[in-house]
């Protein structure tokens, strides 16, 4: 501890670098969800796992725990060949003091905005462009990071919306169903949703539902 007070108060210029180092590398860990949220396929996957759930109208089942769990390995199973790069051209070259701590974040940061600008829209991009008074970049890698992770977000929750809208039409036709069948019959204190439940789960079961929602996931990517 007491090297550690040391080594923030002293005034050597290298141990001052190293401090600002490692300040860094602590903010860093600190956004790491941040990082995994906004950067990766966590968030369109997130939502889309919780449109199912909503459209079934089974509560809390998956419960919260599953659903988190299974979004966070379907990310890593979609960002694996991105977090390799990364591995191979940042963090292990940093790692054997190859490269400087700089050189490493411009390397890392390649790989993440490839991905992040293939699932971009150009308008979405181009709000954040224009607002930042920025220039139109050349390629990829003269994007900000500054203005792609917050384009990148926005266009994956739009992109999730528009999953989840199609998720909610055959449940939506079950609903309106069942409800039409319980006026004709003269229930209308008997609430739709306790008789259309079971037979949701049934479509979703026959469908093979989950199997067909991690499809259209990965293919979305």
């Known amino acids: 501890m007491n090297d550690l007070i040391n080594t923030f108060s002293t005034t050597d210029p290298s141990s001052v670098s190293t401090s600002v180092k490692l300040l860094l590398v602590l903010t860093v ?23 199912v759930r909503t459209s079934l109208a089974t509560q809390q089942m998956p419960p919260n725990q599953v659903l988190v769990g299974l979004a966070l390995f379907l990310t890593f199973f979609i960002m694996a060949p991105t977090f390799h790069q990364v591995y191979d051209e940042a963090l292990q070259p940093l790692f054997d003091e190859k490269i400087t701590l700089d050189e490493a974040y411009d390397k890392a940061s390649e790989p993440m905005k490839e991905f992040m600008a293939k699932h971009t829209r150009q308008k979405d991009l181009a709000l954040f462009m224009n607002y930042a008074h920025l220039d139109k970049p050349d390629s990829v890698q003269e994007i900000p990071l500054t203005a792609l992770v917050p384009a990148f ?15 909610f039409v055959p449940f939506l036709i079950i609903d309106m169903a069942v409800a039409s069948v319980l006026m004709s019959m003269g229930m209308m204190m008997l609430p739709p949703v306790m008789i259309s439940l ?3 789960i049934l479509l979703f079961v026959l469908v093979d539902g989950w199997y067909l929602i991690t499809n259209s996931i990965l293919q979305g990517f």
């Open 153 to 167: 977000a926005i266009s994956e929750l739009k992109t999730a919306f528009q999953m989840g809208f199609l998720i």
């Open 29 to 51: 860990l600190s956004l790491a969800p941040s990082i995994l949220i906004l950067m990766t396929s966590f968030t369109r996957i997130v939502i889309v796992l919780s449109f």
């Open 198 to 200: 079971p037979f949701k």
